[in-house]
């Protein structure tokens, strides 16, 4: 099973800042990295797939990288509706994993 | 527009059974590979189940195996979950999710339903 680790756990920042999550994976999954974006009481949403496509209707402020074992999640000017937790996955490979979750803060 | 909505959570005693439904419909359901995912209270996303388009296939977390079945009636556009032996900590939100595998080979969960509570305590 691949593990993927996210970090860090909680970010604090004020809307208009950058926010940078990182998502690390036990074994190399060349681009097939997802990451997705939670609300209190909400569904996960689906922002970026193939580590660096956004999905459809995502403002492009958020922008994904990375290949192999390393990603990162970049949310450039934090708009108030960013605050939420931000979930990287693999599904590439069976079964499919999720990261333990960052946690985007209003500081 | 795509639409995945769960039923059937709810209170259940140890020991005791749900059978969670999933109805999709704005896509065609009979195409795609649908799964379950969990996220107990709290906590973060965790994979329960998997079922083929044609639900021939099928494969299940460790955690559950053997005590949870997946199906689907593709006729009913409708995905299902059979919890037996539930435990307390099946306690959790239960979301359906769309898989989709594009023509790079990327998959994703492009789709969620709302989920559905399924708590178990005495």
């Known amino acids: 099973e691949i593990v993927l680790t996210q970090s860090p756990g909680t970010l604090s920042l004020s809307p208009g800042e950058r926010a940078t999550l990182s998502c690390r994976a036990s074994q190399s999954i060349s681009s097939n990295l997802v990451w997705y974006q939670q609300k209190p009481g909400q569904a996960p949403r689906l922002l970026i797939y193939g580590a660096s496509s956004r999905a459809t209707g995502i403002p492009d402020r958020f922008s994904g990288s990375g290949s192999g074992t390393d990603f990162t999640l970049t949310i450039n000017r934090l708009e108030p509706e960013d605050f939420a937790v931000y979930y990287c996955?693999?599904?590439?490979?069976?079964?499919?994993?999720f990261g333990q979750g960052t946690k985007v803060e209003i500081k | 527009e795509v639409q995945l909505v769960e039923s059937g959570g709810g209170l259940v005693q140890p020991g005791g059974s749900l059978r969670l439904s999933c109805a999709a419909s704005?896509?065609?359901?009979?195409?795609?590979?649908m799964h379950w995912v969990r996220q107990a209270p709290g906590k973060g996303l965790v994979w329960v189940s998997r079922?083929?388009?044609?639900?021939?296939?099928?494969n299940y977390a460790d955690s559950v195996k053997g005590r949870f079945t997946i199906s689907r009636d593709n006729a009913k556009t409708t995905l299902y979950l059979q919890m037996n032996s539930l435990r307390a900590e099946d306690t959790a939100v239960y979301y359906c999710a769309k898989y989709k595998v594009d023509s790079s080979g990327y998959s994703r969960f492009d789709y969620w339903g709302q989920g559905t509570l399924v708590t178990v305590s005495s």
């Open positions: 704005g896509f065609t359901f009979s195409n795609y590979w």
């Open positions: 996955q693999q599904c590439g490979s069976s079964p499919p994993t």
């Open positions: 079922i083929s388009n044609d639900g021939s296939n099928t």
